[in-house]
């Protein structure tokens, strides 16, 4: 009788923890959900900063919500124009740095960063010396120049960087 109503309240327990750790999950994304409305719905991106800070502050341990708040700071920053490009740089790398784990989210900031460009330093990059034989129109992104072969109807695509 004793190890039946030890095994009850071990499962009641555990039941509460985890309705305890679900309202903390709710109530994160919750708070994340006014965030993301004050910055798009409303575009008021100051009152955004600071409820996305409020999520991560409050919620460290939801590393998804906090990770996803991280995000949208420094979107937030880009909104507000050039001169907070730094403030968004600094939170697009803070979410590398401290958020490794959330990868897609991680793969949205280096893709943020890469626009917002170099740090001031040198940039290296590739450039096409010999584009000979190669025909098409060359992609927005600049990284690839793609045609239709006329014999088969394929679609070329030559990759500018790899020069293949």
């Given amino acids: 009788m004793k190890r039946i109503a ?6 009641l327990a555990l039941c509460v923890l985890t309705a305890i750790a679900t309202a903390q ?13 004050e910055m798009e719905g409303k575009g008021d991106y100051a009152k955004a900063i600071e409820s996305f800070n409020q999520v991560m502050t409050q919620f ?17 920053y880009e909104k507000l124009g050039d001169t907070q ?14 958020y490794a784990d959330q990868a897609e989210v991680v793969a949205q900031a280096r893709v943020r960063l890469a626009a917002l460009g170099g740090s001031g330093g040198a940039v290296i990059r590739r450039v096409l010396t010999d ?23 394929d679609m070329v695509q030559f990759e500018v960087a790899s020069a293949q």
């Fill in 25 to 37: 999950q709710n109530k994160a994304e919750q708070m994340y959900q006014q965030a993301l409305y």
């Fill in 85 to 98: 490009a730094q403030e968004a740089r600094k939170a697009y790398e803070r979410l590398v740095r401290d």
């Fill in 131 to 153: 584009a000979s034989g190669v025909y098409g129109i060359l992609t927005a992104d600049g990284k690839y120049i793609s045609h239709i072969d006329g014999g088969t109807g």
């Fill in 6 to 11: 030890g095994i009850f309240l071990l499962a």
């Fill in 60 to 76: 460290p341990k939801e590393k998804t919500t906090a990770a996803k708040a991280l995000l949208n700071i420094g979107r937030c």
